[in-house]
């Protein structure tokens, strides 16, 4: 079996700095911000607290997939039907959405600005080029969360 780096678009540890910015907008969803600790990334994230809470000062791993095969075979990105006899990257996160890049802004100094919403739960992500190379836009990918 091929290692899960494969599938894997993008890594990083994030120290969450505030919650809820501009004040709670809805009930069920917190809006984190929070900065990379390995490429000093900025991610604003909308995650769904009902079911996975995040606090001010914690870390989490955030990865983005291509797929969730471990073989890096492609995703059908229409329907996940988990087959519990063969293990899956979403196994090893406590948190996994699944969406679509519908923004990439390219800023000077090789910065690149990538949003993307998870069935309206947004994310914007920002750092350097050379970093987030692997997403493209109008991609299909997952994002997967746990804490540290």
């Known amino acids: 079996?091929?290692?899960?780096a494969k599938v894997t678009l993008f890594e990083d540890i994030?120290?969450?700095?505030?919650?809820?910015?501009?004040?709670?907008?809805f009930e069920k969803v917190n809006r984190l911000v929070a900065i990379g600790t390995t490429f000093e990334c900025d991610l604003l994230l909308d995650i769904n607290c009902e079911i996975y809470n995040v606090r001010e000062g914690e870390k989490v791993t955030l990865v983005l997939a291509s797929t969730l095969h471990l073989d890096g075979s492609p995703a059908?990105?229409?329907s996940f039907q988990p087959n519990s006899s063969e293990p899956t990257l979403a196994d090893n996160y406590e948190y996994v959405m699944h969406g679509r890049v519908f923004d990439m802004t390219y800023k000077k100094d090789n910065v690149v600005?990538?949003?993307a919403s998870f069935g309206g739960l947004l994310m914007r992500l920002t750092g350097d080029k050379a970093h987030l190379a692997n997403i493209l836009p109008d991609m299909r990918l997952y994002l997967?969360?746990?804490?540290?």
Not at 16 to 24: A, E, H, Q, S, T
Not at 144 to 148: I, R
């Open 113 to 115: 600005v990538i949003a």
């Open 144 to 148: 997967l969360l746990k804490k540290d």
């Open 1 to 4: 079996m091929d290692s899960p």
């Open 14 to 25: 994030f120290e969450v700095g505030n919650l809820n910015p501009d004040g709670k907008k």
């Open 76 to 78: 059908d990105h229409f």
